[in-house]
């Protein structure tokens, strides 16, 4: 029966190693050994190896008592049942083991650093664990641990000071759920000698859970940290939004970051002169820009996809015509800016090559309405209505047919953009020089039917012609 239980427990154990990243090696809770030797209380406890290790289930160490008489070398604690455990009761009780295993089990906390010196322990191991953090000093005081394997558990975040031990040379922290921060993981990347960073074996196991759900911990730490230190170089805030391995990988070297930067009401004057490289999505909403060149020419800009420029002092956009940064944006924001036109002919070409846009917001502008321009602009509007996504608000705001004010461009007819126009604009330049010269002509005629008559009359040559030698 007993051998029945622990080969039960066995398996059970090792269906939970695989679990969060699994500890693949031979689980902690198995047992090989054929039968206990042991009984003791309800023979949860019983021993192998020569007597050398003592495997416990359930709390049923604290029943066990061979009157400290046996050369114990290590305990094993499977399945504890409780939430968090007492370390130094179970070292107090066994004062020589030289190891000391927790596996399997639903704990959570650690009640107590160890207080006193278990100097003969030198290894420890607990995993398989909920164990979700440990308290600073935890092993401080063991002056002969050496290893210290803390591989899945549910630990999301430690301080370095919990992993300081006089002759801690080994820490293991794989498969658990890191939380990926700059605040509290950028001890990681501090490879000084002796630091708690250079004892840790499995440095390049380590992943992040959410939000950089799989990705390696160390290069999303030091990509985190690269843009602290960035962005502490600008007004702006910064956020990794995401990070993605290249090509599926996600080595060191091989992952992209996509970094929003947050210049929104800074009352800048221009865009800003740096951002953090790898910004992939630049806000800048509210401030009193008005030159987009900056886009063109520094380099800072050439990975920004996403540009939220609303709330500006823009008033042309035709410089960006033909650059690369507007071949390949993804989403352009100009809303609430002084736009009255813009090079309809080059967005046309721009939407039709690029695969890239999906966002265009223009409501807000004081968008002219004429003839000239509307028609081109209707056109483009209408093509490409699922990219425009403020359509409705992009308005007349100023129109020679003052019916059309602050109506939705798209809706306009033709002819109420150009044949009414047409009725009310007699004085636009090239009719006001029409009519000049159409009068110039009436004039002229006139003269020539009046000197004609009048040379008729007296026989004088007109004046200008008696000039004329
Ligand atoms: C251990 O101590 C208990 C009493 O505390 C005693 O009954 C028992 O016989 C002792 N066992 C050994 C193996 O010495
Ligand atoms: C841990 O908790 C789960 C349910 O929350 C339970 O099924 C399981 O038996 C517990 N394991 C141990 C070792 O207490
Ligand atoms: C790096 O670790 C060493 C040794 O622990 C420590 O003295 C040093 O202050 C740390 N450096 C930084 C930048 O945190
Ligand atoms: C960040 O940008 C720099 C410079 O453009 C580039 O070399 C680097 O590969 C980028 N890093 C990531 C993680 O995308
Ligand atoms: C940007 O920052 C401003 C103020 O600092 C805030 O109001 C706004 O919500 C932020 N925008 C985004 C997209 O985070």
Redesign the pocket.
Known sequence: MRILTVAVIGILCCEYAGGYGGVKESHPCTVHHPRGREIVGEDECFLTDGDQHLWCFGDSYRLWSHNGSIDLRTVTIC???HPSIDLQDIVSKFPKIRKLIIA???LTTLSKSFSSDAKHLEKIHITGTRLQGLPRDTFKHLSGLKILDIRSNALTEIDPAALVAPRLQHILLAGNPWKCEDKTMTWILNMTHGSVARKIGDRDKLHCAHPYEGRPLVPVVEIIATLREECSRTVCECELVYVVGRLGKQTQRNLIAFVSTNCSHRGLREMPEFIPANTTTLWVDGNQITDLSPLLTNPVYGQVLDLYLDNNGIASINQLEGSVWFDNFRVLSLRGNKLTDLPTYAFENVLLKSGNAVSLYLGDNPWTCDCLFTPGFQDLLRRYTKLVKDINEIRCHSAKNFENLDKPIRDLTRTEICISESETTWLYPLDVLNVFLASMIIFILGKLVYDYWSFKRTGKLPWLVAKIP
Do not use: F, G, R
Request: hydrophobic residues 35%.
């Open positions: 399945n504890w049942l399997n089990s639903n």
